[in-house]
């Protein structure tokens, strides 16, 4: 389903796509707010603006959490939602650290319940639609959680759950621990997934699809490396997130040189198919099926007019498929995945398990193949058993005889052509017959009749 919305001069169709099997339809593109407030864009009305053009075209998926900005931008989100909230799919998360004290944060039942009136109050609304688990906690049993978070479900306070930044082994267990006492099952996952962070395609992903859950992916543009404001040899662009981690933004260094390097050949790329580099990063996501709506999150309206365009590249098959290299990062994949985090080679070919592990070296199982074309098998019908003379079954009579019934233009009791008795050799025929000669120890004796003379 699509809706065709206005928003400044160019017309904006916005597909909708199903959230799981929940039955809920949400847009393709999702909402964030970590940049509101003191984090990013201290302006709320600035922040509201965004909001409200995001409503305006067609994005009814808002995503935020209670510690962003320590529940400042729930607040913002709760202003811009006055008078439209029957209209958004409103999603939220708890886990992190809220306070001082010891208990003010995590996962267990007492800080849940706390934490969930807070988040009410600030969004200014009597239910959340998804109450997101932010990340997981080794301390705490999930049953523990999934029975609070259950209960908020019994009340009406919340309506689905999900969870942010799971491994796969936490996720299964999720569902059978939901399976086996009884409790809401989690219908979403929150992954990190762009073009320069694949490594859930080796299981997250496909996890999430086995399930039927929904992944609403953040961070699609890497953190603002795919947006085309690094490039080499340019000047360093000023952003909160490069005050606040000055190390993995810096273009001079030299641990970011392979990121580099992987946006100025995905930038030539986006070139050659006539489409922006933030419409490639964006239809990378989109085009996996696992993936349901991923996270944008502009701080100003000129970046949310960037990104408003929804993906719609109008490059050839062969300039998705074409390999470049990939961000070369010296350390191990967030969910434990050895080598995940340095393939040798990259491509813009969505693989999973298929065309990951075609290769044993760095990189294998992370959805990036080893730079050779991997041909998907068509079906042929060559491979397919035809009722010819070369794939009939041999009949049940004594002399071994192939094809117990005659075709329709054959004689009573005449074989078909080619096809002999049990033990004999081919007849040959035309000039091979004439060039062996009547004599010689390749001469074969008379065939016998297949049809003997009556008495």
């Known amino acids: ?156 306070k919340v309506r689905y759950l999900g969870t942010s930044t799971f491994p796969p082994s936490r996720i299964v267990e999720g569902q059978w621990t939901a399976e ?77 040189a392979a990121k580099l390097e992987a946006v100025e050949a995905l930038s030539v790329l986006a070139e050659q198919a006539g489409i922006t580099l933030i419409e490639l990063a964006l239809g990378f996501v989109l085009a996996h099926p696992a993936v349901t709506a991923p996270i944008i999150g502009p701080a100003r309206c000129p970046s949310w007019r960037t990104n408003s365009a929804l993906p719609t590249p109008r490059c050839r098959r062969t300039s ?29 070919r969505h693989g999973g398990a298929r065309t990951a592990d075609r290769h044993s070296g760095p990189g294998a199982g992370d959805g990036v193949s080893d730079g050779r074309r991997h041909r998907r098998r068509r079906p042929d019908r060559r491979h397919r058993r035809r009722p010819g003379r070369r794939h009939r079954r041999r009949s049940g009579s004594p002399a071994g005889d192939r094809g117990s019934s005659p075709r329709p233009w054959q004689k009573k009791g005449q074989r078909p052509r080619g096809c002999r008795r049990a033990g004999e050799s081919p007849r040959p025929s035309g000039r091979r017959a004439a060039s062996r000669g009547p004599a010689g120890s390749r001469a074969r004796p008379p065939r016998p009749s297949a049809h003997p003379r009556r008495g």
């Open 320 to 348: 998705w498929t074409r390999s470049t290299r990939s961000c070369r990062r010296g350390r191990r994949c967030r969910y434990g995945t050895p080598g995940t985090c340095r393939p040798r080679c990259g491509t813009l």
């Open 180 to 256: 086996a006492r009884g409790r809401e099952r989690v219908v979403s996952e929150q992954p990190p997934y762009s073009i320069l962070a694949r490594g859930v395609e080796a299981e997250v992903l496909p996890v999430a699809q086995r399930y039927g859950l929904a992944v609403i992916p953040w961070s699609p543009l890497a953190g603002g490396w795919l947006t085309g404001r690094y490039r080499s040899g340019g000047a360093q662009p000023e952003s909160s997130r490069a005050a606040r981690q000055p190390g993995r933004f810096d273009i001079d260094s030299t641990e970011n």
């Open 1 to 156: 389903m699509t809706i065709r919305t206005t928003t400044g001069r160019n017309p904006v169709t916005i597909p909708y796509r199903p959230f799981g099997r929940t039955g809920v339809q949400v847009s393709a593109l999702a909402l964030g707010t970590m940049n509101f407030g003191a984090r990013g864009n201290p302006s709320h009305e600035d922040s509201i603006r965004v909001i409200h053009r995001a409503l305006d075209a067609g994005i009814n998926l808002v995503d935020t959490a209670d510690v962003y900005a320590q529940g400042e931008s729930e607040e913002i989100v709760g202003k811009a939602l006055e008078g439209r909230r029957d209209d958004v799919f409103l999603a939220t998360k708890f886990h992190g650290r809220m306070g001082e004290d010891v208990n003010r944060f995590g996962n267990s039942r007492r800080w849940i319940f706390r934490a969930v009136e807070d988040s009410l109050r600030r969004l200014r609304t009597d239910h959340i639609d998804l109450y997101q688990v932010h990340r997981p906690e080794e301390d705490t049993d999930f049953d523990e959680t999934l029975g609070a978070l259950t209960d908020l479900v019994r009340q009406g």
